[in-house]
């Protein structure tokens, strides 16, 4: 079992910065991948980023170069630094983890205005 508790969202204005956090617990030490994912209202939940235990990084196209996954191994934590947000990116963010298993957190909710 894997829990996961993110943090960070809230309201900005577009241009702005954000940065979410996952911190992870229970059977962090076989967790292999740990990615962000984000629903926006009346759409499908989408991949955001991803990064490996070995560090390997993948981003949506939409967010490359404006967004950095990043994690922590020794605290058990993943952030999510997002620059130059847009309105589109209006959704609520949810951290998950492969671990045998899928888990996911509650989601934390992004609001971009413009």
């Known amino acids: 079992q894997v829990n996961l508790v993110e943090s960070g969202g809230g309201l900005v204005q577009a241009g702005g910065s954000l940065r979410l956090s996952c911190a992870a617990s229970g059977r962090i030490f076989s967790i292999k991948i740990m990615d962000w994912y984000r629903q926006a209202p009346g759409k499908q939940r989408e991949l955001v980023a991803a990064?490996?235990?070995?560090?390997?990084?993948n981003y949506a196209d939409s967010v490359k170069d404006r967004f950095t996954i990043s994690r922590d191994n020794t605290n058990n934590m993943v952030y999510l630094q997002m620059n130059s947000l847009k309105p589109e990116d209006t959704a609520v963010y949810y951290c998950h983890a492969l671990s045998g298993g899928s888990y996911w957190g509650q989601g934390t909710q992004v609001t971009v205005s413009s």
């Open positions: 990064i490996t235990s070995g560090g390997s990084t």
